[in-house]
């Protein structure tokens, strides 16, 4: 526990060193706020939290992308990388450190858009519905997390952060995050479901009270996160063969 509580403490503290990188983790969610949720949802209080919500699951997922699929790519092309992998504490306290420092960037990039909705929103949530909702904000980061490791050992920084990209933002729109939920286009309603996106925006719509989880997206959500567990997986193994060989 020591070792994983030094490692978190490293990498936390490598990350705060630069400040436009916490500045822009809470940006893109909060900005997401002010843009699409404050003027077109602001004053209907199921409407403005469901879109909290979604908004909630956007910086989750920016988070955990960003945090591991360009910060671990970064970190493999310094010296530094190879030389922790020959330590003997192993694998697990550095993989197990990753995990946590992404669920402290997203603890920093879910602040911002919780005070644009509780200020200059009409969304309505009890103190027990906001406590389950974080915790389904947890379990919706899951394959998230595994998709930013398999990314982050897989690819060189220049590419990784490409690739990010083009994760996010059509996984974003195609699971609905940014669209009305009850009078969403036809399209995104036809592919919706079978992204982690939406899986994962419905698990923190009926944790804050609204609506239950549809079967199909929660059969994908579970696929999407057996697939990115073992994608990253095999790119971590990959990464320490090629090494070490």
């Known amino acids: 526990m020591s070792l994983l509580l030094t490692h978190t403490r490293y990498q936390f503290m490598e990350n705060i060193r630069v400040p436009i990188a916490l500045i822009g983790n809470g940006f893109f969610p909060a900005a997401s706020m002010l843009f699409f949720v404050v003027p077109f949802a602001g004053d ?125 933002f059509p996984m974003a729109v195609g699971g609905g995050l940014f669209m009305n939920p009850v009078d969403a286009p036809a399209f995104i309603e036809l592919v919706a479901p079978f992204l982690p996106s939406r899986g994962a925006v419905e698990l923190v719509w009926a944790a804050v009270g609204h609506g239950t989880p549809g079967t199909l997206s929660m059969a994908m959500f579970g696929l999407w996160t057996l697939v990115a567990g073992a994608l990253a997986v095999w790119a971590y193994r990959r990464d320490e063969g090629r090494r070490f060989s």
């Open 44 to 168: 209907h209080p199921v409407g403005a939290t469901l879109a909290t919500a979604s908004m909630l699951v956007f910086a989750v997922m920016s988070s955990a992308l960003f945090t591991h699929g360009l910060g671990i790519a970064e970190d493999r092309a310094q010296p530094w990388d190879p030389y922790t992998r020959t330590l003997p504490a192993g694998p697990w306290p550095r993989f197990g450190a990753r995990i946590l420092n992404a669920l402290a960037m997203t603890t920093i990039g879910i602040v911002p858009v919780l005070l644009v909705a509780a200020l200059l929103t009409e969304a309505v949530v009890t103190p027990a519905r906001l406590l389950l909702g974080l915790g389904a904000l947890v379990v919706a980061s899951v394959p998230f997390q595994l998709l930013g490791l398999f990314i982050g050992y897989a690819l060189p920084a220049k590419a990784a952060i490409a690739v990010v990209q083009l994760t996010l």
